[in-house]
């Protein structure tokens, strides 16, 4: 996995392309909304007077959100593939614009089907997420991708943990009961609306695909969604051995979260408030990667940088969250979020490199996928025997674990591409 190919240009540079700054405003109105409508709906289901939450609830929660999308992602994928992706970029934050006021009038009237509409949104979500990073190379040289796509992917992540702050801000505005966390999830429609706006102004056919060499029946396509995606990953050394490491992570993500949760809601007892600084961590590791990732992977190379990450994953779980104290695990929090944003950068960029425009789409939404499906994998079962407020040694213990079994299966993908 060499780093031969990539110019580095600078921020600026990238940032004088007016493809690259419409594309990326989009990113941030979404992924702003995107983190104000998770961090509102959290707020409404785990620190709401009126409502109570346990590990299980909390477990069935993150099942809700991701893994029926998950079904579906891969197939939806062709479809960014197939049309073009303005259009699709317009429609979809629109109709999520839509169902983010509805979810937050069901969260105002105290419904208790929010999964349902929330799922949606966030596939909507996911979906959009795709297709921003699928028509990256239609407005950058593809010798910058790796640089462009840091600076993307991280601020885009920032602008996510900066909605979620502006939740919490909200919410101590509107209340924390189930009114003042509709009017709170509610103001996420102006991220959607934003997003299709900048979609909008991208000429027809702009952000590709450039052709097809496939089938024309779009029916036929979208049921081989999948198969299709999981193929070209399955034959690009570069792009599977970096979904193995990412979803070492994000398995060791899932049960850390889980734990976080359980851990500010009932042994620390520091609320949303708590949450809320743990996701400022996040951003920050999520923001020190981005700007790190690419002297480092220049330095390195992909290879070397993926498993150093790893091995720093393992030992930041394990070293600070068994002492269970609040300073360690935001510690491990900010690490963790560095680890990860690095891991996952180098795999946008070997997507967006190897993978041809006709099936990049498919392979981003597969991607997605695994992405939540292993989250949900590592989840469900951590919340069976997951101590009541989070202090599980054996867990913290699994989750190191899963950071080292990534690290032997990217070594040997690697080793065998």
Request: with cysteine.
């Amino acid at each position: 996995m060499s780093t031969v190919g990539h110019d580095r240009v600078g921020a600026r540079a990238l940032l004088a392309g007016a493809g690259f700054r419409r594309l990326l405003y989009s990113r941030f109105a979404a992924q702003w909304g995107d983190g104000l409508f998770q961090a509102g709906l959290a707020g409404a289901v785990l620190f709401n007077p009126e409502r109570e939450a346990d590990p299980l609830a909390i477990a069935a929660g993150f099942t809700a959100l991701l893994l029926p999308y998950s079904l579906v992602g891969p197939f939806a994928g062709a479809l960014l593939d197939r049309w073009d992706r303005r259009r699709v970029l317009v429609v979809a934050n629109l109709l999520r614009g839509v169902l983010v006021l509805v979810s937050a009038l069901a969260v105002a009237l105290g419904s208790t089907g929010l999964f349902g509409l929330a799922l949606v949104v966030v596939g909507i979500s996911r979906f959009v997420g795709s297709g921003l990073s699928a028509s990256l190379p239609h407005v950058v040289p593809v010798p910058t991708l790796v640089e462009a796509n840091a600076l993307a992917t991280t601020l885009g992540s920032v602008v996510t943990v900066f909605g979620a702050v502006c939740a919490v801000g909200l919410r101590a505005v509107f209340g924390d009961g189930d009114v003042g966390s509709g009017a709170t999830t509610a103001f996420a429609v102006l991220g959607s609306v934003a997003a299709a706006w900048f979609a909008g102004r991208f000429a027809a056919g702009a952000l590709g695909p450039d052709e097809v060499n496939e089938p024309r029946e779009t029916v036929r396509a979208i049921a081989r969604g999948l198969f299709d995606g999981g193929r070209a990953a399955v034959r690009t050394p570069s792009v599977l051995a970096g979904f193995v490491a990412l979803l070492a992570h994000r398995a060791a993500f899932g049960v850390a979260l889980l734990l976080v949760v359980l851990l500010m809601r009932f042994r620390f007892d520091s609320g949303l408030g708590g949450l809320g600084l743990v996701a400022g961590l996040f951003g920050v590791g999520i923001l020190v990667a981005g700007l790190t990732t690419a002297r480092i992977v220049a330095r390195f190379g992909r290879r070397r940088t993926v498993q150093g990450v790893l091995v720093l994953g393992a030992v930041a779980i394990v070293g600070l969250g068994l002492p269970l104290a609040m300073p360690t695990v935001l510690a491990a929090a900010l690490l963790i979020s560095f680890a990860g944003q690095i891991v996952k950068l180098c795999v946008d960029a070997a997507v967006q490199r190897d993978i041809g425009d006709d099936t990049r789409g498919r392979v981003f939404a597969l991607y997605d996928t695994l992405f939540n499906v292993t989250q949900v994998a590592a989840v469900a079962p951590a919340a069976l025997v997951v101590a009541p407020d989070g202090a599980s040694p054996g867990l913290i213990l699994a989750a190191g674990g899963c950071y080292l079994v990534g690290l032997v299966g990217f070594t040997a993908v690697t080793r065998h591409g």
